[in-house]
């Protein structure tokens, strides 16, 4: 079974500064989806970046990068810049290729408090 | 911007009773999904649907639970006879058709058990 693991609870980082969320995941499959989910506090979950497995370029958004190294099973997003809009829980999610697989599963999650 | 609603948005009952939860997927989207988030912990899967029939299910997803898309808009979730640990965010989301398609979330439904 895919797991995916979140190693920090809780990230803080100073207002325009950059932070590095880590996510790590397990799967025997090649063809996969990862993403990185944002919870504020309203709760609803915002996609905020995703990356196919078989991409080497690591994906960007704006003011979010992912470092995706798949030979060691790691997906970390970078927040550049840091607003107080990026204070929430971040999720980091994992999805099999194909449409027959396509449950997401989740980290544990990373709470970003950033400070003014 | 097309979004994925729900409801009630909280809703308290007592052990035993059924509950509905309520969701309007993205009209355009074929996948439809429900996740848990008890409190402080992971956003778990639920189950998926397609083509009017649960296409993937967890082990979370048993005999007291079942899924319905009664008339081509609502996609509802039905706990039969709640239990205080079914006291979670209830979140459903839904999917456009091929591979590479993002999950769109709503807002979640909570869920409070007596």
């Known amino acids: 079974a895919q797991t995916v693991t979140q190693s920090q609870p809780e990230m803080s980082v100073q207002e325009a500064e950059t932070v590095t969320l880590s996510c790590t995941y397990d799967?025997?499959?090649?063809?996969?989806?990862l993403f990185w989910y944002k919870q504020p506090p309203s709760r609803q979950m915002i996609l905020v970046i995703r990356?196919?497995?078989?991409?080497?370029q690591n994906a960007t958004e704006n003011r979010f990068s992912v470092n995706f190294q798949k030979a060691a099973k790691s997906f970390s997003l970078k927040i550049s810049d840091s607003q107080l809009g990026d204070a929430a829980m971040y999720f980091c999610?994992?999805?099999?290729?194909?449409?027959?697989?396509?449950?997401?599963?989740f980290g544990e999650g990373t709470q970003l408090t950033v400070n003014p | 911007e097309p979004e994925v609603t729900q409801t009630p948005s909280h809703q308290v009952t007592q052990m035993g009773q059924e509950v509905i939860l309520r969701c309007v997927p993205i009209s355009n989207h074929l996948y439809f999904y429900w996740y848990r988030q008890i409190l402080g912990q992971k956003v778990e899967f639920l189950v998926s649907?397609?083509?009017?029939?649960?296409?993937?299910k967890s082990e979370i997803f048993d005999d007291q639970f079942s899924v319905e898309r009664p008339d081509g808009s609502n996609f509802t979730l039905k706990i039969r006879s709640t239990k205080l640990e079914d006291s979670a965010m209830y979140f459903c989301?839904?999917?456009?058709?091929?591979?590479?398609?993002?999950?769109?979330f709503g807002e979640g439904s909570r869920l409070t058990v007596l």
């Open positions: 649907f397609y083509n009017n029939e649960i296409s993937e």
């Open positions: 990356q196919e497995a078989y991409k080497q």
């Open positions: 989301a839904s999917r456009a058709s091929g591979n590479t398609g993002e999950l769109f």
């Open positions: 999610a994992y999805r099999k290729g194909g449409t027959s697989g396509s449950r997401l599963t």
């Open positions: 799967t025997s499959e090649s063809d996969y989806y």
